[in-house]
């Protein structure tokens, strides 16, 4: 069956380290995987998208990597800060299905202690 | 502002009362959609549509229906509740492949 796993429920780093969040997948073969950012009781808030012939993506302190052989996606936040707690979903649309089967992953909790 | 809005944000009802909740997004996507949000189970998809008066199931859309008769508005309708659709739901639009998600709307059915 088709999966999506975000390897950690909750993640506790100090602040200034940089934040590594995981995304694994299996069965699904996606022309691009997203990142959003979710804080408590409001809808997620897009941050990147990767395309499957993309090794990596950088937007200022985030950076995501997409590696098709191994099926997964990392996604970092270097120097991070208190603000950056949330959670992190990671999203993919499997090849040719189009933009309105995006499929998501059940989040990452991320806590930057000061 | 381009925005996703969605009415009521809070809402409590009792089973079998039926209601609907409305969805406008002003970036004129061809694409929309609602999904459910519940612990343990992340984002779920109700219902999308591709275009007016175009609409598919999603993963989990029994006991819901959707209409689109105008490409900004897509509103859930719920003919009668049950306690099990008691969840947090989220309106989308998409263009390009990203979603734009509305502030969400907590249904509690008693």
């Known amino acids: 069956s088709q999966k999506i796993e975000q390897n950690s429920e909750a993640l506790n780093i100090q602040e200034g380290k940089t934040a590594t969040l995981t995304c694994n997948y299996t069965?699904?073969?996606?022309?691009?995987l997203q990142w959003y950012r979710q804080d408590p009781g409001r809808g997620p808030v897009f941050l990147l998208l990767?395309?499957?012939?993309?090794k990596e993506k950088r937007k200022e302190r985030l950076k995501v990597t997409f590696d098709t052989t191994l099926k997964q996606s990392l996604f970092h936040i270097t120097a991070s800060q208190p603000a950056d707690s949330a959670t992190y979903l990671c999203a993919l649309e499997p090849t040719g299905a189009g933009s309105y089967q995006l499929t998501f992953g059940k989040g990452t909790k991320l806590s930057v202690i000061p | 502002e381009a925005q996703v809005t969605q009415n009521p944000r809070y809402l409590i009802t009792v089973t079998g009362k039926k209601l609907t909740v409305t969805c406008s997004q002003n970036m004129n996507h061809e694409y929309m959609s609602w999904y459910r949000q519940d612990p343990g189970l992340g984002l779920r998809q109700i219902y999308y549509?591709?275009?007016?008066?175009?609409?598919d199931k999603g993963d989990v859309p029994e006991g819901y229906k959707v209409s689109r008769k105008e490409k900004r508005n897509f509103p859930l309708i719920l003919e009668s509740p049950s306690p099990n659709q008691t969840s947090l739901y989220f309106c989308a639009s998409s263009q390009a492949g990203t979603q734009y998600f509305g502030p969400g709307t907590r249904l509690t059915v008693l």
């Open positions: 990767i395309r499957e012939n993309e």
């Open positions: 549509s591709m275009n007016v008066e175009v609409t």
């Open positions: 069965n699904y073969s996606p022309a691009y």
